[in-house]
């Protein structure tokens, strides 16, 4: 059974808290920086705290970046609509181009395009709202913050053998393990690379389980 607007409207906001929540308390930046300077005997918070704070911040966004495209890729199936397309999209783009000829839907009950392109679209712009305020955004965050996203669909979309909704590769690649390499340890990439990779999948887990617990439980509304 479709979800109803105002139902839609509350998991999506719950869903922005929920990531957020899910990488700020269980420290998951921070973990990741400690544990790899302390395997790699690099500087760590003691050593150089700017520093240390300056990386936790970016690489946070970057998290943050691949945790909402993650999201993105099995928003569809949480919502139980499938949308075929000749050009990559995904349910979080801002101004997704869904014209009819472009597009197709599958599903077992065989909704239209007419649903299915609008569930996701309204819990996308619900999704950044509450992202938005969650983190402060000005209006340049916001435009800065898509900017980034598209880039990472662009470069994700070129990735070889990349599958939606899984995380059976033993090391990710792409946008944010290059991003995150590099902000990481600049001087030893390949090193950064593969515990940047690691990460990633830690953040794909992590958000495919928001997800999960948004849409695990029903709600009357």
């Not at 269980?26 to 973990?31: C, K, S, Y």
């Not at 005997?41 to 003691?46: H, Q, W, Y």
């Not at 979080?92 to 065989?110: E, I, L, M, Y």
Request: proline share 5%; hydrophobic share 40%; charged share 30%.
């Amino acid at each position: 059974m479709p979800y109803r607007s105002r139902e839609l409207v509350v998991r999506a906001r719950e869903a922005a808290a929920l990531l957020l929540a899910t990488l700020d308390h269980n420290e998951m930046v921070p973990r990741f920086l400690d544990m790899y300077a302390a395997q790699n005997r690099r500087p760590g918070r003691a050593d150089q705290p700017a520093h240390y704070h300056e990386q936790l911040e970016t690489i946070r966004r970057e998290a943050i970046l691949a945790m909402v495209l993650r999201a993105a890729d099995v928003l569809p199936a949480r919502l139980k609509v499938r949308v075929n397309v000749r050009e990559p999209k995904r349910g979080f783009r801002k101004n997704p181009k869904n014209g009819s000829k472009a597009t197709k839907v599958k599903h077992s009950k065989k909704p239209s395009l007419d649903l299915a392109i609008p569930l996701l679209d309204l819990f996308r712009e619900e999704f950044f709202v509450a992202l938005g305020h969650a983190l402060n955004w000005s209006d340049d965050d916001a435009r800065e913050f898509w900017r980034d996203l598209e880039l990472y669909e662009d470069l994700t979309q070129r990735e070889p053998r990349r599958q939606a909704g899984r995380t059976t590769r033993a090391v990710a690649s792409g946008p944010f393990v290059d991003r995150t390499a590099l902000l990481l340890d600049p001087s030893l990439m390949e090193q950064a690379r593969r515990a940047a990779g690691k990460f990633q999948l830690e953040l794909n887990t992590a958000a495919d389980r928001v997800l999960h617990k948004v849409f695990s439980h029903h709600r009357r509304n």
